[in-house]
């Protein structure tokens, strides 16, 4: 800068410039079976004036809020490109993930005893889906237990139910048998008499 006399001077100030990031709600979160509907929405969407979302090479939403449905399983990413009212862009992706049902069966090698005789009991679970990834989780009154084949030691006497659930990216199937176990007390066994002239003594084992 020149004055009328002509002096010069200079000044030299600094601006940041920040970028709000945009926030995507249920962010990398979202799971379920297919055909899976996604919900997407931006939860600080008043601090942008524009959003895009890209799915591979396909703009899918221009709004802070849409829905989506995906049909075929396994892990999607979706792309948020925001901007401000200044022209301010702010990239991120939403991963999704999208599995699907399976049909499975149960077995156990022992159903009923005594509580002293049962234990171990071990499950035996079959599925030919040819899906990967799977989890496998089991529930019962007191109890739970993981793996495709677990065995248990039951810690009651009673009738259980046992319910199998396999998980496949967020995609649960359930089976469920009432009374599928049932454990008895264990009963007191009587022992031979042993006869004197004062008295008898009666053993009682409780195995």
């Known amino acids: 800068m020149t004055d009328l006399n002509g002096c010069k001077d200079s000044a030299e100030q600094t ?17 379920g079976c297919r055909p899976f509907l996604g919900n997407f929405s931006v939860a600080n969407a008043i601090d942008f004036n524009s959003f895009v979302w890209v799915y591979g090479s396909d703009t899918i939403g221009n709004t802070s809020s849409f829905n989506h449905t995906f049909t075929t399983i396994g892990r999607h990413v979706v792309k948020l490109i925001a901007q401000t009212l200044l022209g301010c862009r702010y990239e991120t992706f939403d991963t999704i993930w999208v599995g699907d049902t399976v049909a499975f069966d149960f077995n156990a090698d022992k159903f009923i005893g005594c509580f002293s005789q049962i234990n171990p009991v071990t499950f035996t679970l079959t599925e030919n889906s040819g899906l990967s990834d799977l989890v496998f989780n089991w529930y019962w009154k007191n109890g739970t237990a993981s793996g495709k084949n677990p065995v248990v030691n039951f810690t009651d006497t009673g009738l259980y139910n ?19 176990i049932n454990i008895y007390p264990a009963l007191a066994r009587v022992l031979t008499p042993t006869v004197s002239c004062n008295k008898d003594s009666v053993n009682f084992d409780a195995s």
Request: aromatic share 6%; net charge positive.
């Open 15 to 31: 601006l940041n410039v920040i970028t709000p990031t945009a926030q995507i709600n249920a962010h990398n979160v979202k799971r």
């Open 162 to 180: 046992i319910r199998a659930v396999i998980d496949h990216y967020g995609c649960e199937s359930n089976l469920e048998k009432i009374g599928f």
